[in-house]
């Protein structure tokens, strides 16, 4: 076996061990996602919420109102979601579902005033939403927007 060949064998395993060192990593990470549609949102933040009935169960609204008073006479509607057993059919993910807490559920928060979506929030879990994801989500929501209680 010439030098040559040698070190191109060891560099494709290097390159397969840190390859497979990202992939292991990657479930320690934070997959959180905000995007601010509306950049006077943090100027002028809104002065109330409304919760939108259509996008919860019960028990998140619950959560939800012990962290806001929300009105039901507002501009400034709040859906929420949250979903569990979600799966991606791609292949392309094989590896890391396979080596890493792959997210199974998630959560999202989106304001709107009327039609027009201001700011949304999404984050991957790796188990069922509970009660800390839901004040976590809000208190980032509550940071971002500049809203007060």
Known sequence: ??????????????????GLLFVV????RDDTYVKIYDRNLT??????????????????AETLKKLYP????????LSVTTEERIRCNSNANAPEK?????????????????????YSYYR????????DDLESAFERFEKDCGLRR
């Open 124 to 131: 991957d879990l790796t188990h069922k939403a509970d009660a």
């Open 98 to 118: 396979t080596l890493s807490n792959f997210p199974s559920a998630f959560v999202r928060l989106e304001l709107y005033r009327g039609t027009h979506l201001l």
């Open 70 to 77: 929300f009105t039901t006479h507002c501009p400034y509607r």
């Open 1 to 18: 076996m010439s030098l040559s060949e040698l070190f191109g064998k060891k560099r494709a395993l290097f390159l397969s061990l840190l």
């Open 25 to 28: 990593s990657a479930c320690g």
């Open 43 to 60: 100027k002028t933040p809104p002065g109330c919420l409304r919760l939108d009935p259509l996008t919860m169960n019960p028990g998140v």
